[in-house]
């Protein structure tokens, strides 16, 4: 077992970051919390629920007042305000006050929503986040961010609340489909690229072992993507600068998941965003030929995708790109890598390096 402290240098104490082989420990981190006099509401999805929920139930029988839970489909598609209301309905019908807590177990759907709903719940009440997916392991729980979508728009309404307690327990992974897996790994490999190149070069190394999920690389891996992150974000809690260096790779991926429908997953869609900004930091002279394809094939080992199809409309990737909520006073704030392992937020990309970037996708 590994824990790292965040601190949170606006809105509280901070929490523990906890990686572990398993749910035991978890009661013993409950109580730190002070919480034997609380209530909890479990929100999960109905994938999670089938599989772990009465696992969880029963490692915390004794850790609060009343434990009750609640499944919402599972699916991008539902995370929107009127499963917050679901959400917010049952606090109030089962009387939750201040003192009483979420626990959102399941991936980075589950862990924004149910994040969410803790933000605005009587203007905030505390939550703890049991991430259950890869990338809500190692991005997601980390950090504050909670929201929902807004009919296409991503993550257009939401609050920034951290979470008391991040209980990871990597053994949940082992029933994660391998796409689920591998679009946790585009987030990953992003944490590489953009601030400590010598994992970026162990992901490479290690790609064997990371499919195989082999226990000891899975958990090494996960706790230096968390420390990456968290480090990020405990420098800017509220992404006013560096924090939107985590952003690398989303611009133009979060264009083409509008643009696919959703039907290509997040982390897919940001390797393909990757492809593009260091496509476009290599023109910059940022990176060299061979470390862009280098980037470019890592993806491959990992099951992501390397191209768009050829029939992709990819002015109207780029129309997308540009209605993209992280503007600076209308222009983009585009994050380039400086090198492999540096991140630089940039406003100075123009529409035609974006375009190339994003037309190098067909021609992979
Ligand atoms: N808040 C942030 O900082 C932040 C960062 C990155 C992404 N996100 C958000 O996270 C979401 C994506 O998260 P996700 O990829 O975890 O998706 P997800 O929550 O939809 O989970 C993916 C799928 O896996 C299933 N699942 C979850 N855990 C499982 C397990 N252990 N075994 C089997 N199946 C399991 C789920 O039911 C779902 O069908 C997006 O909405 C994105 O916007 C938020
Ligand atoms: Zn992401």
Redesign the pocket.
């Known amino acids: 077992m590994h824990t790292l402290h965040i601190n949170d240098t606006i809105s509280g104490p901070g929490y523990d970051i906890v990686v572990a082989e398993g749910c035991d420990k978890l009661p013993e981190f409950i109580s730190a919390l002070d919480l034997s006099e609380s209530k909890a509401l479990i929100v999960t999805?109905s994938?999670?629920e089938k599989?772990y929920l009465r696992e969880v139930q029963t490692v915390l029988k004794g850790s609060f007042k009343k434990l009750c839970s609640f499944s919402i489909p599972?699916?991008?598609k539902n995370?929107n305000l009127d499963k917050v209301r679901d959400i917010l309905r049952i606090l109030i019908v089962e009387k939750f006050e201040r003192r009483d807590i979420i626990i959102a177990l399941?991936?980075?759907?589950?862990?924004?929503m149910a994040g969410f709903a803790s933000a605005v719940y009587l203007r905030g009440i505390r939550f703890i986040q049991l991430p259950?997916?890869l990338?809500?392991d190692t991005?997601?729980s980390v950090?504050g961010?909670?929201g929902v979508d807004l009919d296409s728009y991503?993550?257009m309404v939401g609050a920034f609340h951290q979470p008391s307690l991040v209980y990871i327990n990597a053994s949940?992974?082992k029933?994660?489909?391998k796409r689920?897996f591998a679009?946790?790994m585009a987030?990953i490999i992003k944490h590489g690229l953009i601030k400590d190149d010598s994992y970026y070069e162990w992901l490479i190394n290690h790609f064997n072992q990371i499919n195989d999920q082999e226990p000891e690389v899975l958990t090494e891996m996960i706790q230096r993507s968390v420390a990456i992150k968290a480090a990020v974000v405990e420098e800017d809690p509220t992404e006013k600068g560096v924090r939107a260096i985590l952003n690398f790779g989303h611009t133009i991926g979060h264009a083409i998941e509008k643009y696919m429908e959703f039907k290509l997953?997040?982390?897919e869609c940001v390797a393909l965003g990757i492809i593009a900004a260091s496509f476009i930091s290599y023109e910059r002279g940022y990176l060299n030929t061979e470390e862009f394809y280098e980037i470019r094939d890592m993806l491959l080992p990992f099951n992501l995708p390397l191209s768009l199809d050829e029939g992709v409309d990819t002015k109207e990737i780029l129309k997308i790109t540009k209605l993209d909520k992280k503007m600076d006073s209308g222009r983009i704030r585009f994050i380039l890598l400086k090198k492999i392992g540096e991140a630089v937020i940039d406003t100075t990309v123009t529409d035609e390096e974006l375009l190339r970037g994003i037309n190098k996708l067909k021609d992979n």
């Not at 399941?106 to 924004?112: A, C, L, N, R, S």
């Open positions: 999805d994938n999670v599989l599972a699916g991008e995370k399941g991936g980075g759907v589950i862990g924004d259950t997916t990338l809500s991005d997601s950090g961010k909670t991503k993550n949940f992974l029933s994660l489909p689920e679009s946790g987030e997953l997040h982390g």
